[in-house]
């Protein structure tokens, strides 16, 4: 064997083991989703429940907006994210007991549901879309990479500050 074939063999062998080690992450972060929590059930299944018992609020405008927000989502992982972006969405449409879902609960969903780092993205298709990003600002700071263990009392003191500010301006 020459100098080349071990080097070749080397390089092949590091190259399997990174290849193994990355789909081993995207593996445990999909058993991770899929352990119990405290109320006895897996992230996967509420983001399921939330989807299935909100499919019949959508209407087509929702629909081909949300497609357009996840068409910078790379095409692999393009189908799980607007999975778990629906999910967050019909949460929050049935925690406002919403008749269907709205742009507003619509955009409200996404920001929750993404990492801070997607956030221009998302600010930069909402530009292309004339959508007014500044009612939304409050939710920008509740992006799931600064979450705490409090972030839905966080949320709602914050959803509860703006309706007040609202009031006292008379909006």
Same mark, same amino acid.
């Given at each position: ?30 058993? $991770? ?7 006895? #059930? ?13 499919? #019949? ?7 081909? $907006? $949300? ?13 799980? =994210? ?10 929050? =449409? ?11 609960? $619509? ?5 929750? =549901?993404?990492?801070?780092?997607? #956030? ?17 600002? #409050? ?33």
């Amino acid at each position: 064997m020459s100098m080349i074939d071990d080097i070749l063999i080397i390089f092949w062998g590091f190259l399997m083991i990174s290849l193994m080690g990355i789909g081993g992450y995207f593996m445990f972060r999909k058993f $991770l989703k899929q352990l119990p929590k405290e109320d006895g #059930h897996s992230n996967m299944e509420w983001e399921e429940y939330y989807v299935n018992n909100t499919s #019949h609020l959508w209407q087509e405008t929702e629909k081909s $907006l $949300l497609e357009e927000l996840v068409s910078p989502v790379p095409e692999l992982f393009r189908d799980v =994210a607007r999975h778990k972006i629906a999910g967050k969405i019909g949460e929050i =449409a049935l925690k406002k007991e919403n008749r269907h879902i709205t742009q507003d609960t $619509l955009i409200e969903g996404y920001i929750l =549901a993404t990492p801070k780092r997607d #956030h221009k993205f998302l600010r930069k298709k909402l530009k292309e879309k004339e959508i007014d990003v500044e009612p939304y600002e #409050h939710l920008f700071e509740l992006s799931r990479s600064n979450y705490a263990d409090n972030w839905k009392s966080r949320y709602k003191k914050m959803s509860s500050e703006k309706v007040n500010s609202l009031k006292n301006t008379g909006k």
